[in-house]
């Protein structure tokens, strides 16, 4: 059963930084594209940013380009997520996920079997 544990989530001024990871379980991890995605209260579940299963391709949404970056470290079983200059609007629950199938790539969310029970990040303004 694969299991996906979010930390690195709390409470930043607008404009600070925060690093999530994702430690995962259960499947080889090397073969699966992560994602990390969000949630805030009343919105539904956004895509955030993807990685390849070898880490040399990333995805970004356009609201968080060039201000976060995608990252793994197969060896560690870990995908991370580095989220610079945050504004109040990215506050939500930040959640990981893998994806269904091995050595696929994409952004719905429905393509992602696995989810970590999510890390919250507030952005105070």
């Known amino acids: 059963q694969v299991q996906l544990t979010e930390s690195g989530g709390g409470l930043v001024q607008a404009g600070g930084s925060l690093r999530l990871a994702c430690v995962a379980s259960?499947?080889?991890?090397?073969?699966?594209?992560m994602g990390w995605f969000r949630q805030a209260p009343g919105k539904e579940r956004q895509f955030v940013a993807i990685i390849s299963w070898g880490g040399g391709g990333a995805y970004y949404a356009d609201s968080v380009k060039g201000r976060f970056t995608i990252s793994r470290d197969n060896a560690e079983n870990t995908v991370y997520l580095q989220m610079n200059s945050l504004r109040p609007e990215d506050t939500a629950v930040y959640h990981c996920?893998?994806?269904?199938?091995?050595?696929?790539?994409?952004?719905?969310?429905?393509?992602?079997?696995?989810w970590g029970q999510g890390t919250q990040v507030t952005v105070s303004s």
């Open positions: 996920a893998q994806h269904r199938l091995p050595t696929t790539f994409a952004v719905v969310p429905s393509e992602y079997a696995f």
């Open positions: 259960g499947r080889t991890f090397s073969n699966y594209a």
